[in-house]
């Protein structure tokens, strides 16, 4: 895959379950929430926004049942046993009998235990006597939840025809890493498929990386993504042949800029839709190759005419969604910008960002619309829900969309 709006052929999405029925006002900020999202509406807007790709024809997997289906497979029952259990947070013993616990789990229930946790009211009655256990109120998590699942995008990324697991920044995070490792490791569906990035060494997160053109991606570094991480994941992208620029963009450490994403997303091979206040401060470096396997740094420059020439064309044109601060700023923290590309000038977006909508369909834009209300409350939009597995390549001539 090599790009952002090929026309989309396959995606990996996360139906919410159990895990977000975890969220509670002490532990939501800690799991990356804003709000308590109410689970069955949440359901169906990620049933409304499956349905759509799917009438759109593409391929919709669900990681739950990747996952499932994976853990029948005996190696990965036993990674998932093993990325279940924390020896540090549990000790030996509490460790070792949730081990022995969850070696006899049905793949659907270790499958639940990987993604909702457990709490220690949850253990089997007998497994009491440990001091971790008794020290520990019974609604402590012996196993997080992960409800940040819902966001596909950022915890594995493809490029090229190789899959990058992800190494994911905030520790309410980390053991999804684990989880998408076990899938592209055993699944059958993913036999054969190469991984890039493979060392999971410093921080790189799949909402910051941008595949701008053929060989050319963008990284945003900022709260998530360190510099460290573009460097590796660029010297790593040109040793495999699959990149021959990286574009390393800074981005505000804030939550509302938490990745590239939520400040720019593409919506034709040359055209992009970018957070208005943004537009004149995006800078870029460009790393390329250098001599005896270094890195050659330019810049900082400005991201759009750093990106027009790292992708050969004149100009990268932006979607003038011409907000005024406020209404730009507020549809900018509820995802406006982060469209999911399904095709050239063919986006999915959230109804909510009426006015961001709007200027994209004045631009010769479809926008298709999903209901947002509780999908929202994890702080991400369709291109953070979805992790694109095969794209076609763009058409010869796509619709000229998006132009000023
Ligand atoms: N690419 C994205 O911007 N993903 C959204 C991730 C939201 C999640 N609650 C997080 O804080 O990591």
């Known amino acids: 895959m090599d790009s952002e709006v090929g026309p989309l052929r396959s995606v990996l999405l996360h139906r919410p379950g159990n895990e977000l ?14 709000s308590i999202p109410w689970v069955d509406r949440a359901q169906q807007e990620h049933d409304a926004f499956a349905g759509v790709l799917k009438d759109r024809g593409v391929e919709v997997l669900l990681l739950s049942d990747l996952l499932r289906e994976t853990l029948a497979d005996q190696r990965a029952h036993t990674a998932g046993v093993h990325a279940a259990v924390d020896d540090r947070r549990l000790g030996t013993d509490q460790a070792d009998s949730l081990r022995s616990h969850l070696s ?12 909702s946790g457990v709490t220690f009211e949850e253990l089997p009655a007998s497994e009491g006597a440990s001091l971790v ?9 012996a196993v ?10 950022d915890s594995s990324v493809w490029i090229g025809d190789r899959v990058a697991i992800s190494s994911l920044a905030m520790p309410a995070r980390r053991r999804e890493t684990a989880l998408l490792d076990i899938i592209y490791a055993y699944h059958p569906r993913f036999h054969g498929t190469v991984r890039a990035y493979g060392a999971h060494s410093a921080p790189v997160e ?5 595949l701008l053109a053929p060989g050319v991606l963008a990284v945003g570094v900022g709260e998530r993504t360190t510099a460290a991480g573009a460097e590796s994941l660029a010297r790593s992208a040109f040793a495999d042949g699959i990149a021959h620029t990286v574009l390393a963009v800074p981005i505000a450490q804030t939550r509302a800029t938490m990745h590239l994403d939520t400040v720019c997303t593409m919506i034709g091979p040359d055209a992009v839709v970018m957070y208005p206040l943004a537009r004149d401060s995006l800078v870029a470096y460009t790393l390329r190759p250098g001599d005896d396997g270094a890195l050659r740094v330019d810049g900082p420059a400005p991201f759009l005419s750093a990106a027009a020439e790292a992708m050969s064309i004149d100009r990268l044109h932006v979607i003038d969604t011409g907000l005024d601060p406020v209404t730009a700023e507020r549809e900018q923290w509820d995802d406006g910008n982060n469209t999911l590309a399904i ?10 960002n009426v ?5 994209l369909e004045e631009a010769g834009i479809e926008v298709l619309r999903l209901a947002s209300s509780e999908l929202g409350s994890g702080r991400g939009g369709p291109r953070c829900m979805s992790c694109p597995i095969a794209r076609s390549s763009i058409p010869a001539n796509p619709p000229m969309h998006g132009r000023q």
């Open 144 to 153: 997080d939840p992960l409800p940040n699942l819902l966001f596909t995008r």
């Open 21 to 34: 029925k975890r969220l509670t006002p002490r532990n939501n900020d800690q799991l990356l929430f804003d």
């Open 206 to 210: 799949g909402g910051d990386v941008l």
């Open 104 to 115: 006899s789990a049905t793949p659907a229930s270790l499958a639940e235990v990987l993604m």
């Open 343 to 352: 095709a050239p000038g063919v986006v999915v977006g959230y109804d909510r």
């Open 355 to 359: 006015e961001t909508n709007a200027r």
């Open 133 to 141: 256990r008794k020290m520990n109120h019974p609604h402590d998590f």
